[in-house]
């Protein structure tokens, strides 16, 4: 088996990120240092307001910084022409970029400005690419449409695919799935993952798609409100705690065995859950949802039970016992018995 060195490419040094007006000096976080490489899909998370557009647009090189470096290649990025960094690295921000007249495709062919020349004419090399790109987000729809008469989201998938047009090594994106629908998320989460393993490149990207990013990511970056930049591999900072820490807030908390944040709400009653399969997994999160804990003893069983025609749910107490077809008729039954 053959195993590709990472190869360093952005290299951040006591990076602090935030902004200058007349008055004051707004600090958003300080005393960054990391090291972005080829190969990996970094994820970056956090609450609103911590700073993460802030630091996605400093170390892209679109927003200066307090203090520190960004070296891209050993070079300070600040110091890269424009035209040089859009061959190497490819940036997508959360604000809305306006079309004009300009239809999806010409916008995604836009990324090939860095290679077209004086002229911007694409050439059939190019006209490949732009192909190419609006086919890997799943566009091709949406290609022969006006970029001011797109969705949010689907406006989003267009500028990846100019992101992918540019063939950059280096791919920066802010927030890219905010609004997108879960299966279109998941799609570019693993196309994100593919284009850093198959193809080399660096990708980080900004997420609320926290549940995603512990699946897909090879590294997090978690910025807390008014906290330190804490990093490292998903599972090493869900079993330290930092994943919890950096969003901690009343009446939520994450869940370590699920993976996933809950309400942290009480449970008003108990009941007893037998059978196995599907059903028993689906029956269980009803049940939590109606804030009912699953024990194994308790004054009422619920006994899940795969039939031909489906699956039949048996509720059973001292004083009564019935059957339900569904679970919604399942948690209507539960309810008879308060």
Known sequence: MNYRIMEDVLDIRQLSIGYLNK????????????????????????????????????????????????????????????????????????????????????????????YTGWSGKLKPKDHEVVQWAIAMVGAQELAGRMLSELSDGERQKIMVAKAL??????????????????????????????????DNKCVLMSTHDMELALKYADKLWLQPKNGKL???????????????????????????????????????????????????LWTKKALERERIEVVNDAAISITVIAAKKGILWKVTSKAMEKEASSIYQLLQTIKEYD
């Open 230 to 280: 804490v990093i490292g591999a998903p599972e090493d900072l869900v079993l330290d705690g930092s994943f919890a820490r950096a969003f901690e807030s009343e009446g939520i908390h994450f869940n370590m065995g699920k993976g996933a944040f809950e309400a942290q709400e009480p449970y008003h009653r108990s009941i007893c859950l037998k059978g196995n399969g599907d059903g028993l």
């Open 23 to 114: 008055s004051e000096k707004k600090v958003v976080a300080e005393n960054i240092t990391e090291t972005l490489k080829k190969g990996e899909l970094v994820c970056l998370l956090g609450p609103n307001g911590a700073g993460k557009s802030t630091l996605i647009r400093t170390i892209s090189g679109a927003q200066k910084p307090l203090e520190g470096q960004v070296l891209f290649e050993g070079k300070d990025i600040s110091q890269v022409s424009s035209r040089q960094l859009a061959t190497k690295l490819s940036l997508v921000l959360t604000e809305r970029v306006h079309g004009g007249m300009l239809s999806s495709y010409e916008v995604v062919g836009l990324g090939r400005y860095p």
């Open 165 to 198: 047009a540019q063939e950059t090594e280096v791919m920066i994106l802010d927030e890219i799935t905010a609004f997108l629908d879960l299966p279109r998320r998941i799609e570019i989460m693993q196309l994100m993952r593919q284009l850093a393993k198959k």
